[in-house]
């Protein structure tokens, strides 16, 4: 009953809305009013409860990758999608990790004895708390060790702190080196940290930056208690994945196809021991620290003076000892065949492992796309099927660098670049009641045109109008690292969207649970159904549409943007900078050109002459059009990223780089291979265009 007068209210919103008379990208006439009402019975069908039996069914238990529990996930995933009509198949893989989580210690030695925490608090008004699968903080790919020794103090552990370190006369070398986290991604804190000499790494959480300093702490308030760990992988090889088989899939170890591995050394792996520490435990490091009082950018938010070393009379053991070796990792795919197209992909994406429970992340978000299998699973029985292929997908292994996707789109390579229309990734989507995202330039329309289309929870506004704020648009980023679109993406060239609601997080803690969701993340549960309704009217309007509806305008706009951005940041070290002359001119031209192709697929639309061939061949054309941004040459800081609009940051992990071989030479203050990338820009965004142009004159 709560479902019905929940869509009922929404359908009765949307009518009073005037932006849902939009006109719908890439439909003719015909089959536009046809997309309205399979939205609105979409829109309908959506059950609003399904969300909160996926979520508890899910994270009831920890689960990462590697574990059992993972394993039951995994099987309930497959078990709920074949019921609801899906064609589901579990993709293997044997990938390298850090097997289960290890053993480790941190303690004070002198001036006293004393052990650390090391694991988040019992609290007595969550029952979740004391679940007994419940371990320790811990870093995936520390190397093994245990050291007695100083310590050392390096801020948030970046590349300049460590310069800085130096430059203060502060000697890392067999020391223990604790810093915060933030600034960058935890790895290269470890990849410094090691360069520079040191012992071992401790992390923590700052509460300056994530604690009581901020507001309230958990289960008050939304931040780190004293006890809250962030963990984390480590990994940072100069590719995303597996981390011994760049470039190809991690197929079985005892399958026919056997791949080659490189060894772990090659993969350069850590070898120090790190681990991360709640800020209570930190504090029992800092308070006795007796050195150099630091600059006040360092200052952090516990109650003493930093010092950049603890100096002689403070030791620190740092213990870590953690296996490697072979996991299974398995991926599981569901497809909804497409009855017109079904060689066409829309592929919706998010991982299922956790560090523990998981409930925000990542399975907000597998428990949305589980209700969405059902809900589309429910149409395709009364015949409404989808035009293009629906793939579900549910990486595994993502925690640990991104792995189980990758692997899936190094070993469909090729029918991936010939078949995806769009991946969807999702990685907790349903975290709160905040609705955002990240795209490709020629995705970013599909996705306000869909938020437009549905209606935000208590509320007689639309996703869109509360998401906007007031503003004509809203905030749409570029996409960066830190989840499973990359490979897609950045790899393959695939138009791709990161997108959900986000909201309070207790990130990668204990705490992630089911008591936190209900109590912060979304108490009124309206949020899954929500997303699922967004994110379902996206899949369908391009699953459906007779054009593929990507906004192709859109890449001038924004390349114009960023190279207005890149040539800015290349002055501020090389005066003499001329700028992006070649690059730019072909911008230009760029948008000429896409304008033009785009009011003539208007024109073709409107006038109701294409056939069913004629727009596979335009579909076709215009699936490659993303492609030109693909170098097979790469980047020069990892030759697996290959596009040349955008990438994973090298040295922070998750940040968006776009125009990534001009950004590295401006992190790097090079000037060496300015015209070369000038020149590599330009060839591509003239590819783009002639491509543009060429399907502009069939039509």
């Not at 379902?536 to 943007?561: E, Q, T």
Request: contains cysteine.
């Amino acid at each position: 009953m709560i479902k019905h007068l929940l869509s009922a209210c929404t359908l009765g919103l949307l009518i009073s809305l005037p932006l849902h008379a939009q006109r719908m990208d890439g439909f003719v006439k015909s089959n536009e009013e046809k997309q309205e009402s399979i939205e609105s019975q979409f829109k309908e069908t959506v059950d609003f409860s399904r969300f909160k039996i996926h979520l508890e069914a899910i994270t009831s238990d920890p689960h990462p990758a590697g574990s059992a529990a993972n394993d039951k996930v995994k099987d309930y995933m497959v078990a709920s999608m074949e019921k609801s009509g899906w064609d589901v198949k579990v993709y293997p893989y044997d990938v390298y990790l850090t097997i289960g989580q290890g053993e480790s210690a941190v303690e004070l030695v002198t001036p006293i004895r004393q052990p650390l925490n090391q694991q988040e608090y019992v609290l007595p008004e969550n029952p979740y708390s004391m679940h007994p699968d419940l371990k320790k903080g811990w870093n995936a790919f520390s190397g093994t060790g245990d050291v007695t020794a100083e310590v050392v103090y390096a801020n948030y552990g970046t590349k300049a702190d460590f310069e800085k370190l130096k430059k203060e006369g502060i000697d890392v070398k067999g020391k223990i080196v604790i810093a915060r986290y933030g600034a960058n991604f935890r790895g290269y804190k470890a990849k410094f940290a090691e360069e520079y000499g040191a012992a071992g790494l401790i992390i923590y959480t700052d509460p300056g930056d994530a604690g009581y300093a901020k507001g309230l702490v958990y289960p008050d308030g939304l931040y780190y208690n004293e006890s809250s760990i962030q963990r984390g992988s480590l990994l940072t090889a100069p590719w995303t994945g597996d981390a011994l088989t760049p470039f190809e899939p991690a197929l079985p170890l005892d399958g026919k196809t056997k791949v080659k591995r490189i060894t772990p050394e090659e993969a350069g792996l850590h070898t120090i021991p790190v681990t991360p520490i709640p800020y209570g435990s930190a504090r029992e490091i800092f308070a006795r620290m007796k050195g150099k009082p630091v600059t006040s950018d360092w200052q952090g938010g516990l109650p003493y003076t930093y010092r950049y070393d603890g100096g002689e009379e403070l030791l620190v053991r740092l213990m870590v000892e953690q296996e490697r070796g072979y996991v299974r990792a398995n991926n599981v795919i569901g497809t909804l065949k497409g009855e017109t197209n079904p060689d066409e992909w829309i592929i919706l994406g998010c991982h299922f492992d956790a560090w523990s429970f998981g409930s925000t992340d990542p399975n907000s978000g597998t428990a949305m796309l589980l209700s969405m299998a059902e809900t589309l699973g429910k149409m395709a029985e009364q015949g409404i099927k989808p035009g293009r292929s629906i793939m579900i997908a549910h990486w595994d292994a993502e925690e640990h660098g991104v792995i189980g996707s990758t692997e899936w789109v190094e070993q469909l390579r090729d029918e991936l670049g010939a078949k995806a229309v769009a991946y969807i990734n999702l990685d907790a989507a349903v975290a709160g009641r905040n609705f955002g995202g990240s795209a490709s330039p020629s995705m970013k329309k599909i996705m306000a045109d869909a938020a437009k289309a549905v209606a935000y929870p208590d509320s007689s506004k639309t996703v869109y109008e509360v998401w906007a704020r007031g503003k004509e648009e809203p905030a749409i980023g570029n996409l960066g690292g830190g989840s499973d679109h990359i490979a897609f993406y950045m790899h393959l060239g695939i138009p791709s969207i990161n997108a959900g609601a986000g909201g309070p997080t207790l990130y990668h803690t204990n705490y992630d649970d089911l008591y936190f969701y209900e109590n912060f993340a979304d108490p009124t549960w309206q949020m899954g159904g929500t997303v699922e309704q967004v994110i379902g009217v996206m899949a369908l309007r391009l699953a459906n549409a007779d054009i593929i509806p990507y906004h192709l305008s859109r890449y001038a706009k924004d390349l114009d943007l960023h190279f207005e951005n890149a040539e800015k940041q290349v002055k501020e070290f090389h005066k003499d900078f001329t700028g992006f002359d070649k690059a730019k001119s072909t911008i230009s031209e760029l948008k000429t050109s896409s304008e033009a192709l785009e009011e003539k697929i208007q024109s073709a639309i409107a006038s109701g002459s294409l056939d069913g061939k004629k727009a596979k061949t335009i579909n076709k054309e215009l699936m490659a059009l993303e492609k030109s941004f693909i170098d097979p040459k790469g980047m020069y800081f990892g030759d697996w990223y290959r596009s040349l609009y955008a990438s994973t940051d090298p040295f922070s992990g998750y940040a968006s780089w776009v125009l990534p071989g001009i950004q590295y030479e401006v992190e790097m203050k090079s000037t060496d291979k300015l015209e070369e990338w000038d020149e590599r820009y330009a060839a591509a965004i003239t590819d783009l265009k002639n491509k543009m142009d060429s399907l502009a004159n069939k039509l």
